[in-house]
């Protein structure tokens, strides 16, 4: 009966032992939840901060696209108004009263009558006038468009009529078959001839007295004159 007894306090004793120290075990489940949490924070955290650093990387850029911008309108603006400006730019052709080779009169009313005028200056002593002559002569029965004009240079110098030039002037007149008029230059002209240093030059002039372009310097043939006049009468 004793042996009894003491048998069933070592087996109470042995249980009491085995729960306490089921208890002080830690519980496997929680810990590993409150694993998963913490590491589920730390992600967060990380992430979080990615993300803030990413849109503070993203704000300089941001604030480069607002940078104001010149404006296109702005700039075309300008362009207009330095091409309308430049257009407007325009050298006249000096108003004049003169005589031609053959005595007939004429003014710059001349240029009234035609959308352009070729406008030939030359000397009688150049080598080249004759064969320069024809192919603007040549010219003047083709356009009918198309007005020319030429101005002898050294028929009068200032002292006077030079008659040896005008009988030249004459002779080339004739052997190119010219049907225009060729002025001796005059108080109304001098000014403007007196700053010519190369000729024959030829400058063009529209109906209301404009010089049109750059004045050509020398001689060309039809073809090449044809070319030179079609632009021109674009450029007005």
Excluded at 100 to 123: E, H, P, W
Excluded at 137 to 147: A, F, I, M
Excluded at 187 to 214: A, Q
């Amino acid at each position: 009966m004793k042996k009894a007894i003491a048998v069933l306090c070592s087996l109470v004793l042995a249980l009491g032992v085995l729960c306490a120290c089921q208890k002080d075990e830690p519980d496997a489940t929680t810990e590993s939840a409150a694993n998963s949490t913490e590491s589920s924070k730390t992600e967060n955290a990380e992430d979080s901060s990615s993300e803030s650093t990413s849109k503070k990387a993203d704000e300089p850029s941001s604030k480069n696209d607002e940078t104001e911008k010149p404006s296109d309108e702005s700039t075309s603006e300008s362009t207009t108004e330095a091409t309308t400006e430049k257009k407007t730019e325009k050298k006249a052709f000096p108003s004049f009263e003169a005589e031609d080779i053959f005595g007939a009169k004429v003014s710059s009313k001349v240029f009234s009558k035609k959308k352009l005028t070729v406008v030939n200056v030359f000397a009688t002593w150049g080598d080249s006038n004759e064969v320069g002559l024809k192919a603007l002569s040549q010219l003047q029965k083709e356009l009918k468009n198309v007005g020319f004009l030429g101005i002898v240079l050294d028929i009068n110098e200032g002292d006077g009529v030079n008659e040896n030039a005008l009988r030249t002037a004459k002779k080339l007149c004739s052997a190119a078959d010219a049907d225009y008029s060729y002025l001796i230059t005059n108080d109304s002209l001098t000014e403007f001839c007196k700053n010519i240093y190369n000729v024959p030059v030829t400058y063009f002039v529209d109906s209301d007295g404009n010089i049109v372009g750059d004045p050509i310097v020398g001689i060309n043939s039809a073809d090449s004159w044809k070319d030179i006049i079609e632009q021109k009468l674009a450029m007005i």
